[in-house]
């Protein structure tokens, strides 16, 4: 069993940046590759990034790729989102997941823990 709290989320405007961070509380942390999703009121749960469970691989959804950086660190059981030049589309709740797949990992269903979800809203 893996427990996941997100922190990090709130209000900002339009260019600015969040970095939002995933505790887990499992030991076998280090063995799960980790994603976040977000979704918007009246949306499905939208892919935004994930790390493999050794840090060195991500990969990103285009919509955020080259603003968004997943980052981890295993000896804190955390993963991190920092999210960099934020528009107001990015508004939605985020959640960090945990998957042992290796692949197809945009789809929601193979994720097997996930968290509660932090609000990010983006003014214009």
């Known amino acids: 069993q893996v427990q996941l709290v997100e922190s990090g989320g709130g209000l900002v405007q339009a260019g600015g940046s969040l970095r939002l961070s995933c505790s887990a509380s499992a030991r076998t942390f280090s063995s799960y590759n980790m994603g976040w999703f977000r979704q918007a009121p009246g949306k499905e749960r939208e892919f935004v990034a994930i790390?493999?469970?050794?840090?060195?691989?991500?990969y990103y959804a285009d919509s955020v790729k080259g603003r968004f950086t997943i980052s981890r660190d295993n000896a804190k059981n955390t993963v991190y989102l920092q999210m960099n030049s934020l528009k107001p589309e990015d508004t939605a709740v985020y959640y960090c997941a945990a998957t042992k797949y290796g692949s197809s990992w945009s789809l929601p269903s193979l994720y097997a823990y996930w968290g509660q979800g932090t609000q990010v809203t983006v003014s214009s």
């Open positions: 790390i493999m469970w050794s840090g060195g691989t991500a």
